[in-house]
T-cell receptor, first 119, second 110 residues
Framework: GAVVSQHPSRVICKSGTSVKIECRSL??????MFWYRQFPKQSLMLMAT?????????EQGVEKDKFLINHASLTLSTLTVTSAHPEDSSFYIC???????????????FGPGTRLTVL | RKEVEQDPGPFNVPEGATVAFNCTYS??????FFWYRQDCRKEPKLLMS???SGNEDGRFTAQLNRASQYISLLIRDSKLSDSATYLC???????????FGSGTRLQVQP
């Protein structure tokens, strides 16, 4: 149990295009999902916290108009990188946390990540 | 100052060796502590939570010193499969997201 999937696993796109990444909790309901970004040889950096049915909370320095987050259901959050540029190339990882009080406790489960390359 | 600091390594050790990683965190209000393992180009996977009383899971022992804001991970009898980057992770009180250290790379050699 406690599986989180991400799609696509890898995407290569041209500069200026938009890319949508999906994060799904497969066997549990997640009121909260998190989006992280990891550059080579660096740590995971939190971009935003995605809450089902409400607006995402963005970390300082992350442009909300560039990184659009939608958490439409308890099992799906999407991150859209709009007008992608080469500096957006990175490893994007989502994680999901179960409903408060659920059997999984407060553990976060990570998706396998999406490697974005912008040419 | 980084919120969670780790020695990046790499630590190169022979099979069977004992190796220890350390981590310090800056926010004294932090409430939850974890060690994650991340293999190259993969997502992080939870290795173990860290409790004030210290806890052990097979060859892995984690310790937390709240007074010093210091967390450690000890790996005994290293295996080749232990080669990975070990991430020290903290959750601050009132915050749902995790804060990651930059990781310590371990390479176990035959």
């Amino acid at each position: 149990g406690a599986v989180v999937s991400q799609h696509p696993s890898r995407v290569i796109c041209k500069s200026g295009t938009s890319v949508k990444i999906e994060c799904r909790s497969l066997d549990f309901q997640a009121t909260t999902m998190f989006w992280y970004r990891q550059f080579p040889k660096q740590s995971l950096m939190l971009m935003a916290t995605s809450n089902e049915g409400s607006k995402a909370t963005y970390e300082q320095g992350v442009e909300k108009d560039k990184f659009l987050i939608n958490h439409a259901s308890l099992t799906l959050s999407t991150l859209t990188v709009t007008s992608a540029h080469p500096e957006d190339s990175s490893f994007y990882i989502c994680s999901a946390r179960e409903l408060v009080g659920g059997p999984l406790g407060d553990t976060q489960y990570f998706g396998p990540g999406t490697r974005l390359t912008v040419l | 100052r980084k919120e969670v600091e780790q020695d990046p390594g790499p630590f190169n050790v022979p099979e069977g060796a004992t190796v220890a990683f350390n981590c310090t965190y800056s926010n004294s209000a932090s409430q939850s502590f974890f060690w994650y393992r991340q293999d190259c180009r993969k997502e992080p996977k939870l290795l173990m939570s860290v409790y004030s009383s210290g806890n052990e899971d097979g060859r892995f022992t984690a310790q937390l010193n709240r007074a010093s804001q210091y967390i450690s991970l000890l790996i005994r009898d290293s295996k080749l499969s232990d080669s990975a980057t070990y991430l020290c992770v903290v959750r601050e009180t009132g915050r749902r997201a995790l804060t990651f250290g930059s990781g310590t790379r371990l390479q176990v050699q035959p």
